[in-house]
Every structure is written in C-alpha cells, then in structure tokens.
C-alpha cells in the first residue's frame, strides 16, 4: 500500500477515523467500572481527540481474570504452536492492512510525523508479529544427557499471565514488542498503553481478536500510570510485567513485585546513549547526517536516542557545523503534513520538561542552535531541534535522559578519555561509534558498557537482535529469540522407564 498521500489526504482521513475509546476485556469493548473517561488530546493542535475509558483497579482486575480463564482454558496457551503462528501472521497482515489508520492513530495521539509512523512505527509492528509467529513453530525444547532408563525432558513453558506497561514514544511498536513474543510463548497479557497514548493498543486487541485470538488472551486496559499501572503491578495474579519506560517507574515496579506475589519484573528504562565520532572516521557527513537523525528522530523521545555526541576535538568545530546545518534543516511542523521534518512534543508537561533542561543548558553551555518553544499554526507543543556545545560531563544535561530533541556536545582528545566519558552514566542502553580504522572500531565497541553498540551507523535495531540495557537502563531483553526467556520458564519432566523390557 503507498503511504504517499498528501496533507490534504491524510487529514480527511483523520477526520474520517472510527477511533475505539473503551477498555478491551475477555473479547470485548468495555467501558471503565467506575464510568470515567479521560481525554486524549493531539499535542499538535491541543484539540480533545476522544475521551476514553480510565481504567483502574477494578478494570486490571477483570483483565487479570479473563486473562487467567484464557490461559487455564487452553485454547491458546495449550495451542499448537503452528496455530498460535497462523493467528500471528494474520495479525501481522491485518495490521499492514490498517496502515493508515494505525499511523494516523499514533500521529494524533502523541504527535510524531504521520509518514514517520507509516514508513516505520506501523511496519516495524507488523514485521514484530510476523517474527515471532514465524518463530512460534521453530523453537524445539531439550533432553538433558541422562543414563539408561531415564528421560529428562526441559521445555519452555508459557507463565501465565503477562501484564505490559508501555510509554507514549512508540505506541504501537512498544505494545508489539511486548504482546507478540509473550503470545507466541503462549501467555495472556494485560496491556496498559500509556495514558498519553492509548488508541492504537485497543484497535490492535481488535485486530488481534479479528485474525482468531481467543478472548481473553490479549486484553488491554487504558488508565493512568498511578491507577491502573500500579493495580497490575501489585496484581497478585499476574506472572510477569514487562515495562519500557522511565528508569524512575522501573523502579516503583521492582517494589510492586516485592510488596505483592514476586512476580517476574523486565525493565527496559532509559538512556543517554552516546555516539562517538573520531577524526579518523572518513565520512563525516554521513556521521552528521546519522547524528541528527539519532537526537532529532521522534522529537528526540527514543530512549536509545544519541543524545551525547562525544566529538574528537581536532574534527570538532567542522562536524559541529555540519550537524547545526542539518538541524536547522529540520523545522517542527504540522505532522499530518508529509513536508514537516519534525512533529509534536507528547503534551505540554513533557514540552516543559525539555525547555526546562534547555534553561539548564542556556547557563551551563554554549547553545549551538535552537533553543525555543515554537507553535504550529499557532499552537501545539513544538520545541526546535536544539544543540548544546561545550557540555560539561557532569552537567545534568549530560547526565539525565531529556527525552527531546536536545543533544549534549562534549568533546574529547583520545581514545581513552572518550571511552571513559561514554561510560560515565548510569545508564548502558546503546552507544554508537563512527571510525575507520577497523582495530579502533572493535576495541571500541568491546568497552562500552551498552545493550547495543553501533559501529558507523546509530541506533541499529531488528527483529533478529536483542534490545535492552546494562545498569540503570533496565534488564531483559525485548526483540530476538532472547526475548521469550522473559515469557517462558523451563520447566524439567523427568521420565524413569524399564530399561529392559523383561521379556
Ligand atoms: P515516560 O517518562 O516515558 O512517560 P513513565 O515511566 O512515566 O515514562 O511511563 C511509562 C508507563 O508507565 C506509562 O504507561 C505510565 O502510565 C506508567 N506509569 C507511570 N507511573 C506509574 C506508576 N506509578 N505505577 C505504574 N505505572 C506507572
């Protein structure tokens, strides 16, 4: 399907959208027990765009129940695995199928760039799916070495119930990295999308339940963090959460599980990843170009995001200029508009968030460029692509994640000193290094301490490969085959059998 549809298009079908707004339990739309709705409002207009189910307590737990049924019933976790798989691959079509819809749910919803989300968040959530329902019926369990007589069997079993927490940066694409691998392991999951963004997660349940997931299995309740989020973090019959989010929230689910049943808690927290760029690397316009795109990409708010460039001191001031160029070039805009470069900041807390660590910025370092709140057709939260020079490492710019579009410049003389400023964080999430001296780039990349480093690109990212941080960027992984040991446990049958038959 093409995605090349103009302003004039997209917002047509903007306004023709059918958008789900209740909670989706046991198979079907609900509204909440307690009768509240809450508005989601477009960061880029400020209008109300549906007033939907607040979810809490009682809502998680009329989830966690049916998620339960599902589970003991069978018919999915219990299913063979090329069954689980072809609902998968449906699913993964009927996403593909809903391009449009669900690129403009995510757009309206937390403001990123429509073409951004059909070129990338949508696709991105039906290849997840496709992935793992293709993996669904590929993964063979073991027999342990025994003697004669004696069969052990170690299989991978589904736990139960899995509850997801989400952030609002990518919707649809945080919910898919959780649900598919937690699914195609057989699990029910309880999916809470973040309050900021909950549209696409109750489409994608409805889709789910369209290409033959049972009810039951995939449900999804909206609400608040503080409310619904904690209900299912203290449920004591939920198996295993899975959250992407703040380090902060990571940390508030370690001590649900310990106040409640020890559930098994993944975290996938923040960063502030650096991306080292050496003199030695030959092609600095690509680094520059790759620079931009690692801060400025969905207004900065990708928790792997490069927001630290640390910057040889000899090819500095020419990359600097480079990079300023590029981010002059990318001007907030309207994201229905396929000519905007850059959309909206998620709502006006997070705005202030950002121009709060720029204000920092403006005393403690040099501003490169941008700096300012801007308003699309006189209004939205839009914050200018923004660049800080001569960062100071300990700065708090250099240390907490932004979560905007604002990098932190800090320049560096050698190869240890920019090892040593890079690991310099409490987080590990990603690390990027530019160079073209092959020896440089693998003595390099063996010392960060990041889940993911990449080597003349940034942020490299697949189905195939794992996601996730070291330190205080969490624990687990998302993506790969790795990411169904956070949704299975091994489970040991030992057989002992005649080991001659006594005939
Ligand atoms: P961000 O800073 O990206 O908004 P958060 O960590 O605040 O990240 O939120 C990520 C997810 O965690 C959201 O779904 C949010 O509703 C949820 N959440 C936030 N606060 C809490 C909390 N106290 N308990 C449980 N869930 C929470």
Same mark, same amino acid.
């Not at 139960?160 to 699990?187: E, H, Q, T």
């Given at each position: 399907?093409?995605?090349?549809l103009d302003r004039a298009a997209w917002t047509a079908k903007a306004r ?26 477009n960061?880029a207009t ?5 007033? %939907?189910?607040?979810? @809490? ?5 009329? $989830?966690? #129940?049916? =998620?339960?049924? *599902?589970? +003991? &019933? !069978? ?28 690129a403009l749910?995510?757009s309206l919803?937390?403001g990123k760039l429509v073409k951004?989300a059909a ?70 999951? %309880?999916?809470?999308? @973040? ?5 696409? $997660?109750? #489409?994608? =349940?409805?889709? *789910?339940? +369209? &290409? !033959? ?120 805009g309207d994201p229905l508009d396929p000519a905007s470069?850059?959309g909206a900041?998620?709502? +006006? &807390? ?26 699309v ?127």
């Open positions: 399907m093409t995605t090349e023709a959208l059918d958008i789900r707004t209740q909670a989706f339990i046991d198979g079907r739309f609900l509204p909440a027990a307690s009768g509240r709705t809450f508005d989601t409002v960061p400020g209008a109300v765009i549906a007033a %939907v189910a607040e979810g @809490a307590s009682e809502d998680v737990d009329r $989830a966690v #129940r049916a =998620a339960r049924r *599902a589970f +003991e &019933a !069978g018919s999915w976790s219990r299913a063979a695995p090329a069954e689980r798989k072809t609902v998968l691959l449906r699913l993964a079509d009927l996403i593909r199928a809903h391009l449009h819809e669900f749910l995510e919803d937390m951004d070129a990338i968040d949508v696709p991105g959530a039906a290849g997840v799916f496709q992935w793992y329902g293709e993996a669904a019926d590929k993964l063979y369990d073991e027999a342990a070495p025994t003697g004669r007589g004696d069969l052990a069997l170690v299989r991978r079993v589904p736990l139960g119930v899995v509850g997801a927490v989400v952030p609002w940066n990518f919707p649809l694409d945080m919910a898919a990295w959780k649900c598919a691998p937690a699914l195609a392991a057989g699990n029910s999951v %309880v999916l809470k999308p @973040a309050e900021q963004s909950p549209l696409s $997660a109750l #489409r994608l =349940a409805e889709l *789910a339940s +369209e &290409a !033959g997931l049972p009810d039951g299995v995939l449900n999804v309740v909206p609400g608040f963090g503080e409310t619904a989020g904690r209900a299912l973090g203290l449920h004591p019959d939920v198996d295993c959460l899975a959250f992407t989010g703040s380090t902060e929230i990571g940390k508030v689910f370690l001590g649900y599980s310990a106040q409640s049943n020890m559930k098994q808690v993944w975290l996938e927290c923040g960063g502030k990843s650096p991306n080292l760029v050496f003199a030695d690397c030959r092609d600095l316009d690509a680094a520059a170009d790759m620079a931009a795109f690692g801060i400025f990409f969905n207004q900065g708010a990708v928790c792997s995001a490069n927001s630290r460039l640390l910057v040889q001191r000899s090819v500095k001031d020419a990359f600097l200029e480079k990079l300023v160029a590029r981010a002059e070039a990318i001007r907030p470069t850059m900041i998620v709502d +006006e &807390a997070q705005t202030g968030r950002i121009l709060s660590f720029i204000a920092d910025g403006r005393e403690t370092a040099r501003l490169a460029t941008g700096g300012e709140r801007v308003r057709a006189g209004a939205g939260c839009f914050v200018e692509p923004t660049i800080f020079d001569e960062v100071a490492a300990s700065s708090r710019l250099a240390r907490e994640e932004v979560f905007g579009p604002v990098l932190a410049v800090i320049p560096f003389d050698g190869e240890a000193e920019a090892v040593a400023l890079a690991n310099d964080s409490p987080y590990g999430l990603a690390a990027s290094v530019w160079t073209d001296d092959l020896s440089r780039a693998h003595r390099v990349a063996d010392r960060l301490h990041a889940g993911t480093v990449s080597v003349n690109t940034v942020d490299a990212l697949s189905p195939q490969t794992p996601f996730g941080g070291f330190k205080q960027s969490g624990f687990g992984r998302d993506l790969s085959l790795h990411a169904l040991d956070k949704y299975t446990g091994l489970k040991t049958t030992w057989i002992r059998y005649r080991a001659e038959s006594g005939d």
